[in-house]
């Protein structure tokens, strides 16, 4: 069975800049691995996605913010996150997905069974 473990995050002013590494074992298939978040009182939403063949999604309010990125070797994906927004304070919890070599990776949460425990980021005005 598929194991992340997060971590990152933290406090940080608004402008500021953090990261995000999710660490995934026990798997040799293609996949998608993603990124999502929740804040208190909202739906879990999704923040990016990555395939193993590299190909990412972003939701529009983090576009040209955030990064997402893995090294495929360490079977680690990262979220960097720069101009951070009071409204991007959440817990992020990174998720896994079966793929295949042609398939997108949604940014919905449906087809996502694994998921990490979550890490609270939070941006202060």
């Known amino acids: 069975q598929v194991q992340l473990v997060e971590s990152g995050g933290g406090s940080v002013q608004s402008g500021g800049s953090l990261g995000l590494s999710c660490a995934a074992s026990?798997?040799?298939?293609?996949?998608?691995l993603g990124w999502f978040r929740q804040a208190p009182g909202k739906e879990r939403e999704g923040v990016a996605t990555?395939?193993?063949?590299?190909?990412?999604k972003y939701a529009d309010s983090v576009k040209g913010r955030f990064t997402i990125s893995q090294d495929n070797a360490k079977n680690t994906m990262y979220l960097q996150m720069n101009n951070l927004k009071p409204e991007d304070t959440a817990m992020y919890y990174c998720a896994f997905a079966y793929s295949r070599a042609t398939w997108d990776c949604p940014l919905n949460s449906s087809p996502y069974n694994t998921w990490g425990q979550g890490t609270q980021v939070t941006v202060s005005s």
């Open positions: 990555i395939h193993t063949y590299g190909r990412t």
């Open positions: 026990r798997y040799s298939s293609i996949r998608c």
